[in-house]
């Protein structure tokens, strides 16, 4: 009865796990998509390329990777298929590859905002996209082909092993990980502290006053409304929202990934799938921490899209139901005698030959 009831447990969370994966499989491809096709609809977008990276390698990991881990992740893992020894190193060469380009990716996005935001008027200073994009995917080749270096995979009695977490780098491994996370989190939280400083410091700053403005009278009235608040808030809390959820987000999926691939691989392989899947939903949330927090691309997105739904449909109105011609109408003098000229009711240009509906028309 225990083994029964145990067993439908594991079932159940078996179950649950799958769900959720799923959930985040189709939300990445449908997040990813939707902001690739808005950055690439909208010309002159800032970081359009940075944004267009992070939405490819996203795309590539749901298309590789993640279903990867959907149908072969080792027991107690999400899925039960066995890899023969080719797809296995193909499946590290994968992981090993995609997740330093995502995360450098991430890093570099961090840092072309710095620079756009901190020194907006010196784009010399800035190296073009594609030369650090070509950067971010030699370094990821070369961090993916250090999981070409590791043990080879088990035979089909045993698991493969498959992932990364689970021996695929060897000794590799440590250096994998410093290279692939620490070194991303150092360059984004420095890129969102400046953008945080910067933003602070001008939120601090006391506006000037418009040219042609009175000077405040010293009233009482005026001086109770240069009072501070009540209630002070901290300057610059709005601009700290961005950098906090960016440096968030980052911590939050990646930092147990990493720190699994500095423990023992027996120790890695007990949290591989949990650990696994919480980083893969970086990729789901990167089309809205990266997209949808910025306004720019929020405009574009409500443009394309009511550009893609139909419009509402456009009633054909006869030019006598205009609500002044009906005002005239209800307005125009009994018929009867003749009106001379001076008593006739003004009628205005625009009203001018429009035909009075009748009352059975009417009703």
Same mark, same amino acid.
């Given at each position: 009865m225990a083994n029964s009831t145990g067993l439908n447990t594991s079932e159940v969370a078996g179950s649950v796990a799958l769900i959720l994966a799923a959930v985040v499989e189709v939300g990445t491809l449908l997040g990813n998509g939707a902001l690739l096709v808005v950055v690439l609809r909208t010309p002159g977008l800032r970081d359009a390329l940075y944004l267009a990276h992070l939405c490819v390698v996203d795309l590539l990991a749901a298309a590789s990777i993640m279903p990867l &881990?959907?149908?072969?992740a080792p027991p107690p893992g999400l899925g039960r298929v066995r890899l023969g020894p080719a797809p296995c190193r193909a499946a590290r060469f994968l992981s090993a590859a995609l997740l330093p380009a995502c995360t450098l990716g991430v890093a570099a996005? &961090?840092?072309?905002? @710095?620079?756009l935001i901190v020194h907006p008027l010196r784009p010399g200073s800035r190296p073009p996209p594609v030369l650090v994009l070509t950067a971010v995917w030699a370094a990821a080749g070369l961090l993916g082909a250090l999981s070409l270096l590791g043990p080879p995979p088990a035979p089909p009695p045993a698991p493969a092993r498959c992932s990364v977490l689970?021996? &695929?780098? &060897?000794?590799?491994?440590? /250096?994998? *990980? /410093? /290279?692939a996370f620490a070194l991303p989190a150092l360059l984004l939280l420095g890129a969102y502290g400046g953008i945080f400083v910067v933003a602070r410091r001008a939120a601090l700053r006391p506006p000037r006053p418009a040219r042609? !403005?009175?000077l405040r009278s010293d009233s009482l009235d005026s001086r109770l409304s240069i009072l501070p608040p009540l209630r002070p808030r901290l300057p610059g809390g709005k601009a700290a929202l961005a950098p906090a959820l960016a440096v968030g987000q980052f911590a939050a999926c990646w930092l147990p990934y990493g720190c699994a691939c500095? *423990?023992?691989a027996a120790r890695a392989v007990e949290a591989e799938a949990a650990v696994t899947w919480v980083a @893969? !939903?970086?990729?789901?949330a990167h089309p809205f921490l990266y997209g949808l927090l910025q306004r720019p691309v929020r405009l574009a997105l409500g443009r394309l899209t009511r550009r893609a739904l139909p419009g509402p449909p456009r009633a054909c109105t006869l030019q006598a139901w205009h609500?002044?011609? /009906?005002l005239r109408c209800l307005q125009r003098p009994p018929e009867g005698p003749t009106v001379g000229p001076s008593e006739a009711p003004e009628q205005?240009?625009?009203?001018?030959?429009?035909?009075c509906p009748s009352m059975p028309g009417a009703t």
């Open positions: &881990g959907l149908l072969a996005l &961090g840092l072309a905002r @710095y620079r689970a021996g &695929g780098l &060897g000794p590799f491994r440590p /250096l994998w *990980a /410093l /290279l042609g !403005s009175r500095l *423990a023992p @893969y !939903s970086a990729f789901a609500p002044w011609a /009906l205005t240009p625009e009203l001018a030959g429009v035909r």
